[in-house]
């Protein structure tokens, strides 16, 4: 079965992730479903650390909160692993909490992983296979405090689209 890809086109350039369906499947429905509603257009990477993470898809411009849908289960007992260039969902302190934002690791992020008990991890649900210099220009973007949110880009770094690439033929995605 071939796992759907996305592009993710900012106004730094775009990036292509594949997105683990059999790994994370709720959650993987979950991000397409946001996909398909047009959700991620003209939301920002609102929170950009070189050599942690980039954060974005739930703040619009201004830093205003969109509306997002219930939250889900984490799926972080997956076994899937915060590498670099993961695609993983943020969350509350609630482990199940996540909805719309996602972030794309940009170390291997270990402590982000499941690992049982009381550190639930983050759960991983896709990779990049495209546009890596582009993550990597995102996460070297210079940054400020705003508006209660730290490491926020001085300059707007605008995730225009999200569009489905690719999902095998006779595949719900």
Do not use: W
Request: hydrophobic share 35%; aromatic share 10%; charged share 20%.
């Amino acid at each position: 079965m071939k796992n759907p890809s996305v592009r993710i086109k900012t106004n730094y350039g775009s990036m292509e992730a594949e997105l683990f369906k059999q790994e994370a499947p709720n959650t993987v429905a979950n991000f397409l479903s946001y996909v398909e509603n047009g959700f991620y257009e003209n939301t920002l990477f609102h929170r950009v650390m070189v050599n942690f993470v980039i954060q974005g898809g739930g703040l619009n411009p201004g830093l205003y909160q969109k509306k997002s849908d219930k939250p889900i289960q984490n799926e972080a007992t997956n076994g899937l692993k915060n590498e670099k260039f993961t695609l993983s969902m943020a969350r509350l302190p609630d482990p199940h909490s996540a909805t719309s934002q996602f972030f794309i690791n940009m170390a291997d992020n270990d402590f982000l992983d499941y690992t049982g008990g009381d550190n639930f991890g983050y759960c991983v649900f896709g990779r990049l296979n495209e546009g890596a210099n582009i993550a990597i220009a995102i996460s070297e973007a210079p940054t400020e405090d705003r508006a209660g949110f730290q490491n926020v880009p001085t300059h707007d770094i605008v995730i225009e689209t999200v569009e489905l690439l690719s999902v095998e033929k006779g595949q719900e995605p």
